[in-house]
């Protein structure tokens, strides 16, 4: 089983949730797929979408926004659904709302993302991938992660983010 981790903050009610996406911090990509020969075991093509997940969870654990930043297409967008409502904002404002969460907050906030799905045409690719949260290691919910990847010479970059979540039926593992 391919399980990639991250942390997510939570912003004031004005914003609702706002997850940042990433692999657990520090890790390599490649050694977690290492000795995994099952179905769903990423391929080096595939590893390449998935790597600005991995900066974007770096960028967190050192609180650099500008990292962050960096794996985001300029004019993207992320998306939540809660409790069947959208709330849309423009990285932009995401990643200054980051920035402020990172001079204030002192909570371990975790996204672990399970079994991702990766498909390719080209210079497009889409991450799927259902997701659990936890709070300082409580769960607190659960919920399906897509990404919309842009390449952009050469280098893959989230160009979209789109999310739901509920608080009931979460996987434990």
Same mark, same amino acid.
């Given at each position: 089983?391919?399980?990639?981790?991250?942390?997510?903050?939570?912003?004031?009610?004005?914003?609702?949730?706002?997850?940042?996406?990433?692999?657990?911090?520090?890790? %390599?990509?490649?050694?977690?797929? #290492?000795?995994?020969?099952? *179905?769903?075991?990423?391929?080096?093509?595939?590893? !390449? @979408?998935?790597?600005?997940?991995?900066?974007?969870?770096?960028?967190?654990?050192?609180?650099?926004?500008?990292?962050?930043?960096?794996?985001?297409?300029?004019?993207?967008?992320?998306?939540?659904?809660?409790?069947?409502?959208?709330?849309?904002?423009?990285?932009?404002?995401?990643?200054?709302?980051?920035?402020?969460?990172?001079?204030? %907050?002192?909570?371990?906030?975790? #996204?672990?993302?399970?079994? *991702?799905?990766?498909?390719?045409?080209?210079?497009? !690719? @889409?991450?799927?991938?259902?997701?659990?949260?936890?709070?300082?290691?409580?769960?607190?919910?659960?919920?399906?992660?897509?990404?919309?990847?842009?390449?952009?010479?050469?280098?893959?970059?989230?160009?979209?983010?789109?999310?739901?979540?509920?608080?009931?039926?979460?996987?434990?593992?």
């Amino acid at each position: 089983m391919l399980k990639l981790s991250s942390f997510l903050f939570i912003f004031n009610a004005a914003v609702a949730t706002m997850p940042i996406y990433g692999l657990q911090a520090n890790s %390599s990509i490649q050694a977690q797929i #290492e000795g995994h020969e099952a *179905p769903g075991a990423l391929s080096p093509e595939h590893l !390449a @979408v998935v790597r600005p997940l991995q900066l974007m969870c770096d960028g967190l654990v050192k609180k650099d926004a500008k990292l962050i930043q960096d794996q985001l297409l300029p004019g993207g967008m992320t998306t939540q659904i809660r409790e069947g409502i959208p709330a849309q904002m423009h990285f932009d404002f995401f990643n200054a709302r980051l920035q402020q969460l990172f001079e204030t %907050s002192h909570d371990q906030l975790e #996204e672990t993302l399970y079994h *991702p799905e990766v498909h390719i045409d080209h210079d497009i !690719a @889409v991450i799927w991938a259902p997701y659990t949260f936890t709070v300082n290691g409580k769960m607190d919910h659960c919920g399906t992660n897509v990404f919309t990847m842009y390449r952009r010479n050469g280098r893959w970059l989230v160009s979209n983010v789109a999310d739901n979540e509920r608080h009931n039926d979460c996987p434990t593992n």
